[in-house]
């Protein structure tokens, strides 16, 4: 079993900068690819930005050249540096993670983002 708990979300101008953590616990050691998704209301969670257990990345399109995802494996943490806010980047954001051995995907229980104008 592998436990996320997400933080430091909340509210932000527009143009301001957030920076999300996601900490693992449990059966860390065997996680593999992790991720960020956000979800608004009414609607189905999307995929931001993605990491591998060896550091590759992948982003949406709607947040490259503004959020940088980064994992530390020693310290089962996970953030997500998010710059230049927009009001639409308003969301709950979430933290997944694969195990691969056991196919099982984990999720955190959510932080809010809010960007006002």
């Known amino acids: 079993q592998v436990q996320l708990v997400e933080s430091g979300g909340g509210l932000v101008r527009a143009g301001g900068s957030l920076r999300l953590s996601c900490a693992a616990s449990?059966?860390?050691?065997?996680?593999?690819?992790m991720a960020w998704f956000l979800q608004t209301p009414g609607k189905q969670r999307e995929y931001v930005a993605g990491?591998?257990?060896?550091?590759?990345?992948n982003y949406a399109d709607s947040v490259k050249g503004r959020f940088t995802i980064s994992r530390d494996n020693a310290k089962n943490m996970m953030y997500l540096q998010m710059n230049s806010l927009k009001p639409e980047d308003t969301a709950v954001y979430y933290c997944?993670?694969?195990?691969?051995?056991?196919?099982?995907?984990?999720w955190g229980q959510g932080t809010q983002v809010t960007v006002s104008l």
């Open positions: 997944r993670a694969v195990v691969t051995i056991t196919s099982n995907t984990y």
């Open positions: 449990g059966s860390s050691f065997s996680i593999s690819d």
């Open positions: 990491i591998t257990v060896g550091g590759s990345t």
